[in-house]
């Protein structure tokens, strides 16, 4: 085992979703070095499709906050969920956004990605962005990890990437795919549990073979 495993090993596992955070400012060294990891990610074709938009405006963080939960109000309430349960969960919605010191909203871009003639080629081909762009999503979290930061992947983006788009005057090629929030934690959750190898993992064949 090389010498950086247990450290890493370690890292990976305490690694946990940090919602609540300490009012205190985020030095932008520690944006950036987030950020870099995030651009050392495996990548489909090397194409890097990412993209990230750093958000530290307390005025559009809450625009964007507004808009994103007016949006989910919007789908709530055709849900038919009820008028003070909307409230609630879209007030906390804007809470939690607002009262992150940094927010990083990750996009998708298909720029460098291959084309084909093909919608089913087309389709795998998105995926691996969407793949990739996780992969650069995950370099983020552990890396604010290891930088005593907390962070949280929110996938809020995805329900109303338009509104998002129209917020931060994105590009058009530029598909929100989640909201990353960033801050020094002023909480430390229990780990949530996770389903055991023996659940998730076949060795050679899925089906076990009879007798
Ligand atoms: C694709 C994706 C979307 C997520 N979206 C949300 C979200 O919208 N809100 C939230 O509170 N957590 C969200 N999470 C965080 C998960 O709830 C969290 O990773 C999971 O409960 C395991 O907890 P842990 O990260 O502390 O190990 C998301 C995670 C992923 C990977």
Known sequence: MGEEAPAILKALRARRSIRVFKPEP???????????????????????????????????????AMKMAEAWRHDLSSDG??????????EASVRRFTSAPVLVLVCLTMKDMHSYPDESRRRAEHVMAVQSVAAAIQNMLLAAHALGLG???????????????????????LEPQALITLGFPAEEPKPPPRK?????????????KEG
């Open 196 to 208: 055991p190898l023996s659940e998730v993992v076949r060795w050679n064949y899925w089906e076990e």
């Open 151 to 173: 962070a949280c992947w929110f996938c809020a983006p995805l329900f109303c990437p338009d509104v998002v788009k129209n917020v931060l005057r994105l590009p058009s090629d």
């Open 26 to 64: 985020v030095p932008r060294e520690f944006i950036t070095e987030v950020l870099d990891a995030a651009r050392w990610a495996p990548s489909a074709h090397n194409a890097q499709p990412w993209r990230f938009v750093v958000i530290t405006n307390d005025a559009v963080k809450r625009e964007l």
């Open 81 to 90: 969920v009820p008028e003070q349960r909307i409230k609630e969960l879209t």
